[in-house]
């Protein structure tokens, strides 16, 4: 060989080297802590052919919850804060509002007041809001208000408020053959007119709760209507459900920040061969919020024993977080 | 240029005009004749690049009724027929069954008397074979009769029913970066666990009919026990809610066999932009079944009708499949 191609060579070795040593770090924005190893250690075993723990791509399913887990959920489920701003907005059209509970505290501004009348009082305002249109007008609402809003305190649009360690997992993940899936006590159609853009996750790779809808002609025209009556809630014992039902395999990692997400841990952790079960620990009041066992929104309680007990990973987002949003400094 | 390396251009040239015809022809068992012409042409225009009816990858969604569209559904549906053989399989712990209809009547084989009893009698049969079990029980089960059990007319296994111009259509338009779901009456837990290997379609790729399930931990071991109870009837006006529910975007292109399709092709035609809707119509007594408007299986009335006037594709199976199924001559 002539020495200028000598040169050439040696250039692109070190030039790939440099591009491997890039590639790898696929999670920047975590610290070299436990949790980032043992991720990339099972994604290491599972993807390596010929070893026991290997997992063929079509069975390498990843589930997430979405609430405290993808993005936040104080000081209340993002989707309950838009809630709230469309009875604002349908208010007008409801003058009997004024006089009737929920509505009237909540109109007043009264938060406290309007749900003091529970579970009863939160379906009562989700429905008054998320029924009685077709699908692709919720989804028009949808897409406007994600555009629009900023979040109370973040002064962020709520689709800022995502983990940033979180969408480099997703994307991880994906590049190693998983295939990723949000299934969340949220609702299907809040979730599937922005997280394809955001998380990556195209709409049938989504799991949430729904209310029911009916199929009509409308002037020859087909639409499926929104009806006010519950159709499925993907919370708690539910969520083994929605993964059945949906995806129809049960998945090799299962990622959750609270109890409601403890079932689909127990579910994944039960198959055979490798596991992966991680919850997402609040604990950053500065750069985030610290909630846990007493929390309103977001409990983590028996999920934590159960972590503790069976060597489930457990991430301290303070300690374990180089960044938590990607807009922070 | 030298002569001889004319002559090897000359052959490469040669060659790989051989390859490309044969790459031409993604649809072998297709007659040349209007419906393979039609789904070329609609493939060719939505995937060319500039096209005013191109369609981004991530929105070319087909949708496929599985009953009478991807493989046989008589003498009767293949699902009730498993449900005939577990009732017999079952009917030694179930001393009752010899007085109580309609098992009764099944057990002498007087099926037309166990039918009498209308959808009633056939709901008992399928809670009696499809219920009471765990998730994974069923899936064996399932399984276990696929791999066992033949067709009573054809003589072949029931996942040799299936239609070869069919199956090739799947693979031609998934090679053109479409994503291929099922989207049948049949219950989805039947279908799952053979239809990746037969179809190439993947669990998470699966709309079918439902019953509810339930999550329990037996012993610390989790489970999803499957209820006596209707969970989803994924037919007629189901199938656009049930495609809504599950895949979350309009179909572009949409094939059925009955009038139980028809509102997922409405669906399905009511999108923007280009848009493909096809019935496969039983027309050749002699390789498979000749039936349609009068039928009490796979019944096709209402939907020639819109087809005719609609301008959609209808297969005649008689002359526009060269042949029906893989295992023929």
Not at 36 to 62: C, L, M, N, W
Not at 97 to 107: G, I, N, V
Not at 164 to 177: D, F, K, S, V, W
Not at 213 to 236: A, C, H, Q, S, Y
């Amino acid at each position: 060989m002539k020495p200028i191609r000598n040169l050439i060579v040696l250039a692109a070795i070190v030039l790939a080297g440099l591009v491997t040593t890039y590639a790898e770090d696929p999670l920047p924005s975590w610290n070299d802590t436990a949790p980032k190893r043992s991720i990339v250690s099972f994604v290491e075993k599972v993807t390596k052919e010929g070893s026991p723990d290997f997992v063929p791509p079509a069975e390498r399913i990843a589930t997430f919850d979405n609430d405290g887990t993808l993005w936040a959920e104080q000081p209340l489920y993002f989707q309950f804060l838009f809630a709230l701003d469309r009875v604002r907005v349908l208010a007008p059209d409801h003058p009997e509002w004024k006089s009737q509970e929920p509505f009237a505290s909540l109109l007043r501004g009264d938060l406290k007041g309007a749900l003091a009348g529970g579970e009863r009082a939160m379906v009562e305002i989700v429905m008054a809001t998320h029924a009685g249109m077709t699908t692709e007008d919720f989804e028009k609402i949808v897409k406007e208000w994600v555009a629009t809003s900023k979040h109370p305190k973040l002064q962020r649009s709520y689709t800022e408020c995502v983990y940033q360690p979180m969408i480099e997992l997703l994307a991880y993940l994906r590049a190693n053959g998983f295939k990723t899936f949000i299934v969340s006590g949220g609702g299907i159609e809040f979730m599937r007119p922005w997280v394809e853009k955001v998380y990556g996750i195209p709409p049938e790779q989504v799991v949430g709760s729904s209310i029911k809808t009916k199929f009509e002609l409308r002037d020859g025209k087909p639409v499926l209507m929104r009806l006010p009556e519950v159709n499925f809630i993907d919370d708690k014992d539910g969520k083994p459900v929605g993964i059945n039902e949906h995806i129809g395999q049960r998945p090799i990692a299962a990622f959750g920040n609270s109890d409601g997400d403890l079932q689909m841990l127990q579910w994944t952790a039960a198959g055979s061969g490798s596991r992966f079960c991680l919850f997402v620990h609040h604990t950053d009041a500065k750069r985030e919020w610290a909630y846990d066992r007493e929390s309103h929104i977001g409990k983590l309680d028996k999920g934590l024993d159960e972590a503790a007990a069976k060597g489930w990973t457990v991430v301290d987002m303070k300690d374990d977080w180089k960044r938590i949003f990607a807009f922070e400094k």
